[in-house]
């Protein structure tokens, strides 16, 4: 999947406050790890949502950060946005998400 400077981003504004509460990770925050280079993204195997989900650990300043986002038409619909488990920061830096 390739992304551009130019994506479209949404989200449920709900989601928005809900996420913020429960992680303190702001969506446009969490907008940035697609702009990172080294960002590792596979599909979301975790369950059936309706709709296939992506996963994506990227490094937005000097945090790492576990998203999942969907496609829809052109834009890109974040879901979840939290800072990445020590797990997920140690497949981050080795470029391995089979961990």
Same mark, same amino acid.
């Given at each position: 999947?390739?992304?551009?400077? %130019?994506? &479209? ?5 709900? #989601? ?5 509460? #429960?992680? #303190? ?9 697609? #702009?990172?280079?080294? %960002? ?20 937005? &300043?000097?945090? @790492? ?9 052109? %834009?890109?619909?974040? @879901? ?7 797990? &997920? ?11």
């Amino acid at each position: 999947m390739w992304y551009s400077y %130019r994506v &479209e981003f949404e989200w449920d504004p709900a #989601k928005v406050q809900a996420n913020l509460r #429960k992680h #303190k990770v702001p969506f446009l925050m969490a907008c940035e790890v697609f #702009k990172d280079s080294n %960002r590792l993204e596979r599909v979301d195997a975790s369950g059936y949502y309706g709709e296939e989900r992506w996963t994506v650990l990227g490094r937005v &300043e000097q945090t @790492i950060l576990f998203v999942v986002f969907t496609q829809r038409g052109r %834009r890109t619909r974040l @879901i979840s946005a939290r800072r990445a488990t020590s797990n &997920e920061q140690r497949s981050y830096w080795t470029g391995d998400l089979s961990a």
